[in-house]
């Protein structure tokens, strides 16, 4: 016979990790399509209001996940989720870890890119004409891999979501809600 789990979902995270959850995960959602179709266009103005959206928006990303760290350092978290199978239990705080260390990796390669890249000038006066047709530089290509595996992390992340609540019948998103 299988055990009913049932985890206190009354438990929520502190307010200002609430905001920062999904501020930053609007930004990132938003950042995925914007970095894609940034990287497919010609240097034009247009490219360039591109990189800075970009960088604005990732940026603020950077920013949120050291704020967030530092919440959890701070404040009290609920307590870890309950599966009925610790290595599923391992498995969903190293998912949760990762995701802090791919959005440091990831900010720091745009960064460098930027650098790197010489993208500054360019971006600064909004002359497209710096812009070299193809950018390639190695910051840019670890930036393509933390890419890709923070979109494979947030669809594992958003499935554990679903999969919890299809499984157990617990609405996770309880914790992390606004009020």
Do not use: C
Request: proline share 4%; net charge positive.
């Amino acid at each position: 016979m299988k055990t009913v789990l049932k985890n206190d979902l009354s438990k929520k995270y502190s307010r200002g990790t609430i905001a920062i959850h999904w501020i930053s995960f609007l930004l990132i959602v938003a950042l995925i399509p914007v970095g894609f179709f940034m990287a497919d266009t010609e240097p034009s103005v247009k490219k360039i209001l591109l990189y800075r959206l970009h960088m604005v928006m990732g940026v603020t990303v950077f920013v949120l996940t050291l704020l967030r760290v530092w919440f959890f350092l701070k404040h009290q978290r609920p307590p870890k989720l309950e599966t009925g199978d610790s290595l599923h239990n391992k498995l969903v705080v190293r998912i949760e870890n990762s995701f802090y260390f791919v959005l440091i990796l990831l900010s720091t390669s745009g960064l460098a890119t930027v650098i790197f890249g010489e993208l500054g000038q360019a971006i600064k006066t909004s002359d497209y004409t710096l812009l070299s047709k193809k950018l390639d530089v190695p910051p840019l290509v670890g930036h393509q891999i933390f890419a890709k595996i923070l979109i494979a992390l947030l669809i594992v992340h958003i499935a554990g979501v679903i999969n919890h609540y299809i499984k157990f019948k617990e609405n996770t998103l309880k914790r992390i809600l606004p009020k």
